[in-house]
Nanobody, 127 residues
Framework: VQLQETSPGLVKPSQTLALICTVS??????????WSWIRQPPGKDLEWMGA???????YYSSSFEGRTSISRDTSKNQFTLQLRSVTLEDTAKYYC????????????????????WGQGTQVTVSS
């Protein structure tokens, strides 16, 4: 399974960041598959943000205080992340990844927890 993130690269403070993950070589509706968004701010650890399951169930990290929304388009085999009201602290490299149920709400995710990762996309929040 291959994953590829798409982002605008640069967003202004208070705007909404929209990220798309396009999946190939597998289906986002495949049984028992969970599709996550993870980010890594500069100099910090990986941070799990949220996920959507094969059946469309959504999971969110409380760390983002309701600023995140995850959706999917099964016809395009894509899932998306929206992060509202971004601040400078949202500058990070954002990844999408696939994995089992155990990847939901990981406190300290690592690459080995997931079966597939995208290459990541750098997002900078700047005015």
């Amino acid at each position: 399974v291959q994953l590829q993130e798409t982002s605008p690269g640069l967003v202004k403070p208070s705007q909404t960041l929209a990220l798309i993950c396009t999946v190939s070589g597998g289906s986002i509706t495949a049984s028992a598959s969970y599709w996550s968004w993870i980010r890594q701010p500069p100099g910090k650890d990986l941070e799990w943000m949220g996920a959507i399951s094969y059946s469309g169930e959504r999971y969110y990290s409380s760390s983002f205080e309701g600023r995140t929304s995850i959706s999917r388009d099964t016809s395009k085999n894509q899932f998306t992340l929206q992060l509202r009201s971004v601040t400078l602290e949202d500058t990070a490299k954002y990844y999408c990844a696939a994995g089992p149920r155990s990847t939901i709400a990981l406190v300290r995710p690592t690459t080995s927890d997931f079966t597939s990762w995208g290459q990541g996309t750098q997002v900078t929040v700047s005015s």
